[in-house]
């Protein structure tokens, strides 16, 4: 099991300062839309460029376009890629087939799709490497979460790995693990605290264990 670190609301500094914290505590650094809208893919070469170790994924939350859009985050040294899941098989497909000649990834975004478990199996089959649960922000606020969206697309999905994010802190860490996703990944719950670094070390003691 992995631990996904999410920035979202910070620039190419500020995510710098955050990463430099916590980067021996985490697998994967995501620069969230918000990060790319506000900074473009600088923002993902910047990362890499100064955290080589760690892998980067670009949260572009692809609609369109699959193919050219992962070949311009990859070039901007992007590992893994994110696509919506209420996209197009054809965009799906098309971003799978750029990534696999990069040795990149794919991460499916169920987001905002109806029939999480029908679409889980369908997106599965078209060979992406991750498919994510995700309760968005406005999703948060109305207090839902994807606990139970995880265990519905375990049992389908065959051949990616599963993945959760939204509103994951500490104490709601041991739940998410009981679940047994590949990745958990945590925006706020980690950049969010005081101490992010010891924040960071025990949610990674906790995934390792699992």
Known sequence: MKLQLALDLVDIPGAKEVVAEVADYIDIVEIGTPIVINEGLHAVKAIKDAFPQLTV?????????????????????ADIITVLGVSDDSTIKGAVEEAKKSGKEVLVDLINVNDIKGRAAEVDALG???????????????????????QAIKSVVKQAKTAIAGGIKLDTLPEVIEAKPDLVIVGGGITGQDDKKAVAAEMKRLVSQS
Request: hydrophobic fraction near 35%.
């Open 57 to 77: 994924l670009a949260d572009l939350k692809i609609m369109d376009a699959g193919g050219y859009e992962v070949m311009k985050a990859s070039e901007a040294g």
């Open 128 to 150: 992406v490497d991750y498919i994510c649960v995700h309760s968005g922000y406005d999703h948060q606020a109305e207090g839902k979460n994807s606990f139970e969206d995880l």
